[in-house]
């Protein structure tokens, strides 16, 4: 089970910032991913830190909760393993 548990973190993880891809192949506003849509605060001359900074932490709120679900089963996988009784 932490096996499964760290590699659900990866794979989530690898998906959720997906830059390119969603880059290259999104063309409506409606099919944009979230880093895609924070990544349009940067324009030809100005930047919007205040949203980019809102955007960035709102993106990372999933992958958190997400590994605080899963901590459990990735610290018993970790001293399972290492220890020796």
Do not use: R
């Not at 089970?1 to 409506?28: K, R, Y």
């Not at 849509?37 to 324009?43: L, Q, S, T």
């Not at 610290?75 to 393993?81: D, E, P, V």
């Amino acid at each position: 089970m932490p096996g499964i548990a760290a590699t659900a973190i990866f794979v989530f993880l690898n998906s959720w910032d997906e830059f390119l891809f969603a880059n290259a192949f999104t063309q409506t506003y409606a099919s944009k991913t979230l880093p895609i849509m924070i990544a349009e605060f940067v324009g030809k001359h100005s930047i919007d830190w205040g949203s980019m900074t809102a955007g960035g932490f709102l993106a990372s709120l999933p992958p958190v909760i997400i590994s605080l679900y899963l901590y459990k089963y990735i610290i018993g996988g970790i001293t399972a393993g290492g220890v020796k009784e």
